[in-house]
């Protein structure tokens, strides 16, 4: 079988080769009725870009890199379907990275992308103290970060972003907590250098001390975002002779490590222990886990911090400012609080 050619699109509905090349390279000069026609004829052919090309032409290697910290957690699998659909719908391929929490790796495929030609970069991975965002700048490869935030404001200001209300979202999960009753709470935390870390503990701390609840230091335990470091940390806590009667956990990976800590305890989610993770990630849903949790929309995220680094590798923000994007958190009421069983007390 031949290759289908911009050409046979051409023929086949009658339209120039030019607007066929322009519709398909997201170019203007194109209606959205044409521009879809188009598209949906490309697909249904089988037609395949030459993406050597195009390079040649463009001097675009029409590749970008998504940089995660751990491809084996489900939230991080999430993002990286939103990102390759949208980067895929707008013509360009993803290349995936894991880091696995090193900044030396980080740096290391940074400069490995910069090296090959690629021409943007979703990163996910970057920490508040993070040198690698500083070789970012220098190199000026267009970038985008997703699911972090660098909250120095001076930082801040030059730097796009997509991510979710951490703070908000974590305000939400504790009052809920604490209007259940519970006044003996312990945080499974993530990377107290990560952004949404510090923000999801923030929000917390502030609405327990609304409801005048205090947090002992030894129920707040930092975990990385692990979920074998959250099985051990919840071994510890369930363990203890004044244990909590409710953890919230800054992650549904960790939440399911806690939940199998509590089980080998012998306790009863949630007659015995309320939990409430941070994420939505598939699984939660599912019968047996009914995870209380909060939605970060991670697919959504995804695809988002994909368009936005397109716009940005496109020229399209001129503006000089950096872009935001941040997203609602949801709290998503399940069975694993306890809700269903008493609803709220305060």
Same mark, same amino acid.
Request: proline share 3%; charged share 20%; glycine share 8%.
């Given at each position: 079988?031949?290759?289908?050619?911009?050409?046979?699109?051409?023929?086949?509905?009658?339209?120039?080769?030019?607007?066929?090349?322009?519709?398909?390279?997201?170019?203007?000069?194109?209606?959205?009725?044409?521009?879809?026609?188009?598209?949906?004829?490309?697909?249904?052919?089988?037609?395949?870009?030459?993406?050597?090309?195009?390079?040649?032409?463009?001097?675009? /290697?029409?590749?970008?890199?998504?940089?995660?910290?751990?491809?084996?957690?489900?939230?991080?699998?999430?993002?990286?379907?939103?990102?390759?659909?949208?980067?895929?719908?707008?013509?360009?391929?993803?290349?995936?990275?894991?880091?696995?929490?090193?900044?030396?790796?980080?740096?290391?495929?940074?400069?490995?992308?910069?090296?090959?030609?690629?021409?943007?970069?979703?990163?996910?991975?970057?920490?508040?103290?993070?040198?690698?965002?500083?070789?970012?700048?220098?190199?000026?490869?267009?970038?985008?970060?997703?699911?972090?935030?660098?909250?120095?404001?001076?930082?801040?200001?030059?730097?796009?972003?997509?991510?979710?209300?951490?703070?908000?979202?974590?305000?939400?999960?504790?009052?809920?907590?604490?209007?259940?009753?519970?006044?003996?709470?312990?945080?499974?935390?993530?990377?107290?250098?990560?952004?949404?870390?510090?923000?999801?503990?923030?929000?917390?701390?502030?609405?327990?001390?609304?409801?005048?609840?205090?947090?002992?230091?030894?129920?707040?335990?930092?975990?990385?975002?692990?979920?074998?470091?959250?099985?051990?940390?919840?071994?510890?806590?369930?363990?203890?002779?004044?244990?909590?009667?409710?953890?919230?956990?800054?992650?549904?990976?960790?939440?399911?490590?806690?939940?199998?800590?509590?089980?080998?305890?012998?306790?009863?989610?949630?007659?015995?222990?309320?939990?409430?993770?941070?994420?939505?990630?598939?699984?939660?849903?599912?019968?047996?886990?009914?995870?209380?949790?909060?939605?970060?929309?991670?697919?959504?995220?995804?695809?988002?911090?994909?368009?936005?680094?397109?716009?940005?590798?496109?020229?399209?923000?001129?503006?000089?400012? /950096?872009?935001?994007?941040?997203?609602?958190?949801?709290?998503?009421?399940?069975?694993?609080?306890?809700?269903?069983?008493?609803?709220?007390?305060?």
């Amino acid at each position: 079988m031949n290759k289908i050619t911009i050409k046979d699109i051409a023929r086949q509905l009658d339209v120039s080769t030019t607007t066929i090349s322009n519709a398909l390279n997201d170019k203007p000069g194109v209606g959205k009725v044409v521009r879809e026609k188009i598209v949906k004829m490309a697909g249904k052919m089988g037609y395949q870009p030459n993406y050597f090309a195009k390079g040649l032409v463009s001097r675009q /290697s029409f590749a970008i890199g998504l940089i995660v910290s751990n491809i084996a957690d489900p939230f991080n699998s999430e993002l990286a379907l939103g990102v390759q659909e949208k980067i895929n719908d707008l013509g360009y391929n993803m290349m995936l990275f894991n880091t696995k929490h090193s900044n030396e790796n980080e740096k290391r495929i940074i400069e490995m992308l910069i090296s090959r030609g690629a021409d943007g970069i979703v990163l996910s991975t970057a920490l508040q103290d993070d040198p690698n965002i500083d070789l970012l700048n220098e190199m000026q490869i267009p970038y985008v970060l997703v699911n972090r935030l660098i909250l120095n404001p001076k930082k801040a200001s030059r730097i796009d972003s997509v991510s979710v209300d951490s703070y908000g979202g974590s305000y939400k999960a504790a009052s809920h907590l604490c209007r259940l009753g519970h006044t003996k709470i312990g945080i499974i935390a993530g990377d107290m250098q990560a952004s949404n870390a510090i923000l999801l503990t923030q929000g917390s701390n502030d609405a327990f001390a609304e409801f005048g609840i205090r947090i002992r230091p030894d129920l707040f335990v930092e975990c990385g975002f692990s979920r074998r470091k959250a099985y051990q940390a919840a071994q510890g806590i369930l363990a203890k002779k004044n244990r909590p009667t409710a953890l919230l956990i800054q992650g549904d990976n960790m939440a399911l490590g806690v939940r199998e800590a509590a089980y080998e305890a012998g306790l009863k989610i949630p007659e015995d222990l309320a939990i409430i993770g941070f994420d939505d990630i598939s699984i939660s849903s599912l019968a047996g886990i009914e995870l209380t949790t909060v939605t970060q929309s991670q697919y959504k995220m995804g695809m988002a911090g994909a368009q936005m680094l397109i716009n940005k590798i496109k020229g399209q923000n001129q503006s000089g400012s /950096s872009n935001k994007i941040v997203m609602e958190a949801e709290l998503i009421i399940r069975n694993s609080c306890g809700f269903n069983l008493r609803g709220y007390v305060r």
